[in-house]
């Protein structure tokens, strides 16, 4: 889960690290013909790194991690995971082949969605380093989401992705959310009135994790 620290991985680090020097040079090289590029490339190297750290602590990426990883449904992040790299991917392409769907405000926009992605990497670490979650970690986690999506829409430009962000991504975020707080809110009450423990602790997260969802399983083995 989002406590857990991990161990300095040297093999994953240099993966990474060639990752993001490969895409250094790719984007560079992707981006350098066309006019009003310099600070677009900026942004996609930030959203790189970032993705760069995001793999090499093996984090769930687009849900917190607050809670067992089986908890989660997957086709929710698989969904949320394709609206994502289709964002990137419609971002990029609108600097190559669809130069007029560009928002011809530059680099004000690109600027602020450099400054966007940057604050949303911020809260999100914040809320990641909590010791011990609850419902304001879990929101502040989906805020960044929010400011991490429309900082794409700005950073590339694009007039298509205001409204791919608006009516598809900010509806998968709010799935999401609500999904993990009703989950979340059903392990407290379980952790506050039936086992009578006033204060969750770090020592003892991920034990009480395991006997709630070990009685959960008796129950519907029951039925």
């Known amino acids: 889960?989002?406590?857990?620290?991990?161990?300095?991985?040297?093999?994953?680090?240099?993966?990474?690290?060639?990752?993001?020097?490969y895409s250094g040079l790719f984007f560079y090289n992707f981006f350098r013909?066309?006019?009003?590029w310099l600070v677009t490339y900026m942004y996609t190297m930030v959203l790189v790194l970032w993705l760069c750290v995001e793999y090499y602590e093996k984090r769930l990426f687009f849900q917190s991690g607050f809670m067992p990883i089986k908890q989660y449904r997957w086709y929710i992040r698989a969904v949320f995971?394709?609206?994502f790299y289709s964002s990137f991917i419609i971002g990029?392409?609108?600097?190559?082949?669809?130069q007029s769907n560009r928002i011809h405000l530059y680099p004000i926009l690109q600027i602020?969605?450099?400054?966007?992605?940057?604050?949303?990497?911020?809260?999100?670490?914040?809320?990641?380093?909590?010791?011990?979650?609850?419902?304001?970690?879990?929101?502040?986690?989906?805020?960044?989401?929010?400011?991490l999506t429309m900082s794409m829409a700005l950073g590339y430009s694009s007039i298509f992705h205001f409204p791919y962000v608006l009516f598809i991504g900010y509806p998968l975020i709010f799935l999401q959310r609500f999904y993990e707080l009703k989950h979340f809110k059903k392990f407290e009450k379980y952790i506050y009135e039936d086992k009578g423990i006033?204060?969750?602790e770090q020592k003892n997260y991920a034990?009480?994790?395991?006997?709630?969802?070990?009685?959960h399983s008796k129950k519907r083995g029951k039925k």
């Open 207 to 215: 034990d009480l994790w395991d006997v709630y969802i070990d009685k």
């Open 92 to 98: 990029c392409g609108t600097i190559v082949w669809w």
């Open 1 to 21: 889960m989002a406590m857990n620290t991990l161990k300095f991985n040297w093999k994953r680090c240099l993966w990474v690290t060639f990752i993001f020097l």
């Open 81 to 83: 995971a394709l609206f």
């Open 33 to 36: 013909p066309f006019s009003n």
């Open 198 to 200: 006033k204060k969750l």
């Open 112 to 147: 602020l969605g450099v400054l966007l992605l940057i604050y949303s990497i911020f809260i999100r670490w914040q809320a990641l380093g909590s010791k011990v979650p609850d419902h304001s970690s879990i929101n502040k986690f989906y805020i960044s989401l929010f400011f």
